[in-house]
Every structure is written in structure tokens, then in C-alpha cells.
């Protein structure tokens, strides 16, 4: 569902075209808006996107990510919740969660892997070699993509048991390292955070809260 806020007053929309599931949008360099959602078919799941409408409640015609690990099977868990964000250079680079069974760490099979478009048309893309984040790190969130200082926040996936929210930092986007002082507290499960920059290097962030283990 689309909703309008206007001075606390928000109103339901009608929306002409499908935007399946986790939307992420990013606004190019150009003005244009794409979408990157993923869309569930007879056939598994697939991370797709397409060019937002003027009035953000339609879209164009839908591409495929189609690159490695962009589709997966109905029923794969560790998987999806794509999110976009625009480089300094103006391409477009996309993150998600994949099953990894490398990591070595027993019940903690979630990775994060990323597709960057070829030009700054975020129109095709390239699976990124190797994995960004790995250890049961899920739901990202790009909070900073500035040249040598991207800051990222994550959570950690169900089976790490009581969910927690951690700050990872990069110069370059592809190679992470993450705080290991989580910043959610112990008496509840955090997940699926996004936010915002409200001052310079302070952020507001949101996330959902469940009791621990939950």
C-alpha cells in the first residue's frame, strides 16, 4: 500500500502498478526515479525494478536484476530485501541478503552480496565479486555512500537468536567492517532499521522492536 502524509494528515492512494515486496527507491543524478522491489511468481521470487512514475504511484516496464543470487525459490528464507543507493560517480548499487553456507558459523547462513549498475541509467547491472558482509548480517541499510566514507547499519537474522542492530563502515562500499559493539540493547530483538541524517554525522533511526528471541 501507498500512503500520502501531508501535516499528519495521511490518506491511502490508488496505485496502478504492482511494487511487491521490500520497495526501495533511489533518485539518479538525471532526476529520474527507479524502484527495486521484489516480485514473487509461479516460479520463485526475483528482485526487479523500473522507472518510477512522475506521481510515484505507477511505474514503467519491469526489468529483471538478473544477476547471480537475484532469484531464489519461494521458499528460500535467508534471502531478498533489497537495498538501493546512488554512488557518489552516479551509478546505482544494489544490496541483499543471500544464503551462504561458507561463513562457517552454524545457524548464522545469511550474507549480504550487491549488483552495481554499468552506467549511471541504473538500466543493466553486474553482480559485485565476493560477498559484502558475512556472519548472519541482514536488512541493511546505506546511511552514508560518500567517496572513502559509507556508513551502513545492520541487523542480525533470526537465527542468531535475540536480534541486534550494529554500525559497519567502508571507503569504497564493497569491503565492510562492522562495529562490533552492537547498538540496540540486550532486552529486545531489533530488526529491519532504516533512518536518516537530522545533523551532521547524527543519524535518527527506526527499527522494529520484539521481546528478545523473538
Not at 490508488?14 to 539518479?28: E, H, K, M, Q
Not at 521458499?75 to 543471500?98: F, Q, S, T
Request: charged letters at 20%; hydrophobic letters at 35%.
Amino acid at each position: 500500500m501507498v500512503v500520502d502524509c501531508v501535516e499528519g494528515s495521511c490518506s491511502r492512494k490508488s496505485i496502478s502498478s504492482r511494487f511487491g515486496s521490500d520497495a526501495t527507491i533511489v533518485t539518479l543524478k538525471s532526476g529520474v526515479r527507479k524502484v527495486f522491489f521484489v516480485e514473487m511468481g509461479p516460479s520463485g521470487k526475483s528482485i526487479k525494478f523500473a522507472t518510477l512514475g512522475a506521481d510515484g504511484l505507477s511505474h514503467g516496464s519491469v526489468s529483471a536484476l538478473d544477476v547471480d543470487g537475484s532469484i531464489a525459490s519461494q521458499n528460500e528464507g535467508a534471502w531478498g530485501v533489497p537495498d538501493a543507493v546512488v554512488l557518489p560517480d552516479g551509478r546505482v548499487r544494489v544490496y541483499w541478503v543471500l544464503k551462504d553456507l561458507a561463513t562457517g558459523k552454524p545457524g548464522l547462513p545469511e550474507a549480504l552480496v550487491s549488483a552495481t549498475s554499468t552506467d549511471d541509467t541504473a538500466s543493466t547491472f553486474k553482480r559485485d565479486s565476493g560477498l559484502r558482509l558475512t556472519g548472519g548480517y541482514v536488512d541493511s541499510e546505506i546511511l552514508r555512500a560518500q567517496d572513502g566514507d559509507w556508513i551502513m547499519m545492520v541487523s542480525t537474522g533470526p537465527g542468531a537468536g535475540t536480534q541486534k542492530l550494529y554500525m559497519a563502515t567502508s571507503r569504497d562500499g564493497l569491503t565492510w567492517a562492522v562495529n562490533e559493539n552492537h547498538i540496540s540493547s540486550l532486552n529486545e530483538s531489533a530488526l529491519d532499521p532504516t533512518g536518516y541524517e537530522i545533523a551532521k554525522d547524527t543519524w535518527r533511526i527506526y527499527y522494529a522492536s520484539a521481546a528478545p528471541g523473538m
